[in-house]
């Protein structure tokens, strides 16, 4: 079976420099700073900061929990899109490493990432043309 392919034309808007504080969800927060913004959709364009805890959803949808304090985020990418209700969802996949320097992955699980000391982000808008 094949997947669905949907292409979207649009362009890209403002770009937003934001801190996320410390016991904040990572992905909950990257909501809220879209919605402080105005911005409707966005790309996760780069990230620096640490988690208390990480949890990671895998391909087979279990949920993987990296205990920290202090689980560093190698590397992050994803998305903020509006809803058809007019809410966002943040889709937020990346790299961690734990305590001892093991790398894990997947998609970051709303609600449960905590911002350990600080989390700064770059977000870009994105602006799609109706039809």
Known sequence: MRDAVHI??????????????PNEDLVLGVEK???????????????LGSLVDA???????TWQQIKGPA???VSIAGEVREQDDGSLTARLSGV????????????????????CITFEVTLEEWLPVST
Not at 8 to 21: D, K, N, P
Not at 33 to 47: D, I, P, Q, T, Y
Not at 55 to 61: F, I, K, P, S, Y
Not at 99 to 105: A, D, I, P, R
């Open 71 to 73: 689980v560093e985020i």
């Open 33 to 47: 700073l879209c919605l402080r913004e105005g911005f409707r959709n966005a790309f996760v364009r780069g990230a």
């Open 96 to 115: 961690v490493a734990d305590t001892e320097g093991n790398v894990h992955g997947g998609v970051f699980v709303a609600g449960f990432n905590p911002i």
């Open 8 to 21: 979207e034309t649009g362009h890209m808007g403002r770009i937003a420099y934001a801190r996320i504080a």
């Open 55 to 61: 949890c990671l959803a895998r391909q087979d949808d």
